[in-house]
């Protein structure tokens, strides 16, 4: 008999394909819809038509469908440490530490109860499993549609039991795979930002939780320019929404944020995209999350900050406060708070927030 899988099944195309894939290769498969923000009078959470799709999908597949809520887990374990980085001036991935709590944390937990050998997501990524027992992560196949850099701060436990279907599939074979199998989620428009905001202004729904506080918009050298209206609305790198000129006698060239000053809630900008304040050649994280552990300190890799970024060249010193990442060339727009990526080739080897970075100035 084939062993149960439970698979995340969101209402997107994604996660419906992984549950048609495993279903095919001959799977006890079981959907699980699990709700993890519920709070929105504003109308731009898309819960509701979440679940009547994933109940749709399940349907047209002939699969049981379960039903759960996490949202006091998400709001406790996700939302309030996303809450609390952007009132210290940081720069937050809240997808990140979704999954490694909710998806594969209590979600995975609830899986087992429901008798899952496995929990299947619609991530594109690939695991390896090695023959002690262990996993590897790796990137997907399509590049263009590859998640590894969310999953990067996984539990290594949670690795060995995942399963990521859609690990070998281009994003178009997956809408066709949907088209062909009857399923109404072929051509429904994916998921984009973070997914308790939707698709509303950002600033607006930071506003409901957050009291931003005014300040001054200064340059490297200390003259204010203009004033914010809270460090939390803007990122290293940002070019829109500054509303000041150039300098009396200066350069027209457009301002850029380059630094938070937030002892001070001043927020440093520069001229012109290639300002050398706006690169780095080293950073510093908190201690790593491994999927792999590394016994050698000194760790030759490569490091990604962001989603779909190339990956760079890059050296590894641990220590107990945590690590160290020397970059083999200049690195535009690093902000503390990010998550840092560590790959081996294809091999996500895990991650960790960014704690400070050294500007070249």
Not at 65 to 71: K, M, N, Q
Not at 295 to 323: I, Y
């Amino acid at each position: 008999m084939s062993e149960r899988i439970i698979v995340a099944l969101s209402g997107g195309v994604d996660s419906a394909v992984a549950a048609l894939l495993l279903r095919r290769a001959g799977h006890e498969v079981h959907g699980l819809h699990m709700t993890n923000w519920e709070d929105d009078e504003a109308g731009y959470c898309t819960a509701a038509a979440d679940w009547q799709s994933a109940r749709t999908v399940a349907a047209e597949l002939g699969i049981p469908l379960h039903r759960t809520s996490f949202t006091a887990e998400y709001r406790e374990q996700v939302f309030k440490h996303f809450l609390a980085d952007y009132a210290a001036g940081l720069t937050p991935n809240p997808d990140i530490l979704c999954n490694r709590e909710v998806k594969f944390g209590v979600c995975l937990e609830y899986a087992r109860r429901l008798g899952g050998k496995q929990l299947a997501t619609g991530h594109y990524a690939r695991i390896v499993q090695e023959s002690d027992g262990s996993a590897r992560l790796y990137r997907a196949k399509d590049t263009n549609k590859d998640q590894s850099y969310f999953l990067q701060a996984m539990p290594a436990a949670a690795l060995r039991v995942a399963a990521f279907p859609l690990g070998d599939v281009l994003k178009s074979e997956v809408r066709e795979y949907a088209r062909r199998a009857g399923l109404p989620v072929y051509d429904r428009p994916d998921s984009t930002g973070i997914c308790f905001i939707g698709e509303r202004p950002f600033r607006e729904f930071l506003q409901q939780y957050l009291q931003g506080a005014a300040g001054p918009i200064e340059t490297h050298g200390g003259e204010v320019l203009g004033y914010h209206e809270g460090l939390m609305y803007h990122t290293i790198g940002q070019r829109q929404g500054l509303k000041i000129g150039g300098l009396r006698d200066g350069s027209n060239a457009p301002w850029y944020v380059a630094a938070k000053d937030v002892a001070r809630n001043a927020l440093i900008v520069v001229q012109g995209q290639d300002h050398p304040a706006l690169y780095t050649q080293s950073f510093s994280t908190a201690t790593p999350v491994w999927l792999q552990m590394r016994e050698t300190r000194f760790a030759e890799c490569h490091v990604q900050v962001r989603h779909r970024q190339q990956a760079v060249p890059c050296t590894v010193s641990l220590d107990a406060l945590g690590a160290r990442v020397a970059l083999r060339a200049p690195l535009r727009g690093v902000a503390p708070g990010q998550y840092a990526a560590f790959y081996a080739g294809e091999e996500c080897l895990g991650g960790a927030p960014i704690a400070d970075v050294g500007r070249l100035s």
